[in-house]
T-cell receptor, first 113, second 114 residues
Framework: GNSVTQMEGPVTLSEEAFLTINCTYTATGYPSLFWYVQYPGEGLQLLLKATKADDKGSNKGFEATYRKETTSFHLEKGSVQVSDSAVYFCALSAQGGSEKLVFGKGTKLTVNP | EAGVAQSPRYKIIEKRQSVAFWCNPISGHATLYWYQQILGQGPKLLIQFQNNGVVDDSQLPKDRFSAERLKGVDSTLKIQPAKLEDSAVYLC????????????FGPGTRLTVL
C-alpha cells in the first residue's frame, strides 16, 4: 500500500540555521506530494505541494522538490526563524483512487533564538 | 472565506459511552474527510464523502464508528461505544474534490476516553 516515511524528530535548531526534513514515499503510479504544518494550538495547514515529477513546491521560504527517481520530497529552508517552530507532516495523495491523504508521523521542529 | 468548523473542541467521556462530533465544511466543497490523529502519529483517514455519498470507509471501525453527511453539507461522526484507544484528535477536512486540490482542515476535536 501507499506509505510515507519521514525523519524522526524532534529537531532543534538555532535561528538562521539551515533546515532539512527528509521524506520518502511508497506509492503506485504518480502521487501528488504535500507538506502540511501544524503550529502549536492550531490546525493543519498546507505548506506546499507538488503534483508531478521534478516540480518544486515553495512557500514562506520553504522548498521541496518531487524526485521520482529517489521517491523523495525533502523539505528545506535556508534560514529558519523562531516562528517556524511547529510539527511538519509529509503526505501523499495517490492518483487513480480516492483523494485521501496518507501522512507520515510528523517531525517536531523547535527553533531557538 | 470561513474555514472548516468543528465542534466540540474538547470532549471527555468514560469508556462504553457514546459521543458525536460535528463538522461544517467550506461552502461549495464537495468532498469531506474525517481523519483520526493519535498522539505522536500522522492523521489517518476514517471516511471520505463525495457530496452525500461514501467514497472510502475502508479504515472506519464500523462496529463502533458511524458517519453521515446529510444533504451533502454538514457531517457528523459518532462513536458508540467508545474504547480507551479511541482517545485522539478527530480532524475534519474538505476540498473541492480533485486529487490535486488542497484539503483544508478544521481545528479538530480532542477526545479523551477514561
Amino acid at each position: 500500500g501507499n506509505s510515507v516515511t519521514q525523519m524522526e524528530g524532534p529537531v532543534t535548531l538555532s535561528e538562521e540555521a539551515f533546515l532539512t526534513i527528509n521524506c520518502t514515499y511508497t506509492a503506485t503510479g504518480y502521487p501528488s506530494l504535500f507538506w502540511y504544518v501544524q503550529y502549536p494550538g492550531e490546525g493543519l495547514q498546507l505548506l506546499l505541494k507538488a503534483t508531478k515529477a521534478d516540480d518544486k513546491g515553495s512557500n514562506k521560504g520553504f522548498e521541496a522538490t518531487y524526485r521520482k527517481e529517489t521517491t523523495s520530497f525533502h523539505l528545506e529552508k535556508g534560514s529558519v526563524q523562531v516562528s517556524d517552530s511547529a510539527v511538519y507532516f509529509c503526505a501523499l495523495s495517490a492518483q487513480g483512487g480516492s483523494e485521501k491523504l496518507v501522512f507520515g508521523k510528523g517531525t517536531k521542529l523547535t527553533v531557538n533564538p | 472565506e470561513a474555514g472548516v468548523a468543528q465542534s466540540p473542541r474538547y470532549k471527555i467521556i468514560e469508556k462504553r459511552q457514546s459521543v458525536a462530533f460535528w463538522c461544517n465544511p467550506i461552502s461549495g466543497h464537495a468532498t469531506l474527510y474525517w481523519y483520526q490523529q493519535i498522539l505522536g502519529q500522522g492523521p489517518k483517514l476514517l471516511i471520505q464523502f463525495q457530496n452525500n455519498g461514501v467514497v472510502d470507509d475502508s479504515q472506519l471501525p464500523k462496529d463502533r464508528f458511524s458517519a453521515e453527511r446529510l444533504k451533502g453539507v454538514d457531517s457528523t461522526l459518532k462513536i458508540q461505544p467508545a474504547k480507551l484507544e479511541d482517545s485522539a484528535v478527530y480532524l475534519c477536512a474538505s476540498s473541492l474534490g480533485q486529487v490535486t486540490d488542497t484539503q483544508y482542515f478544521g481545528p479538530g476535536t480532542r477526545l479523551t476516553v477514561l
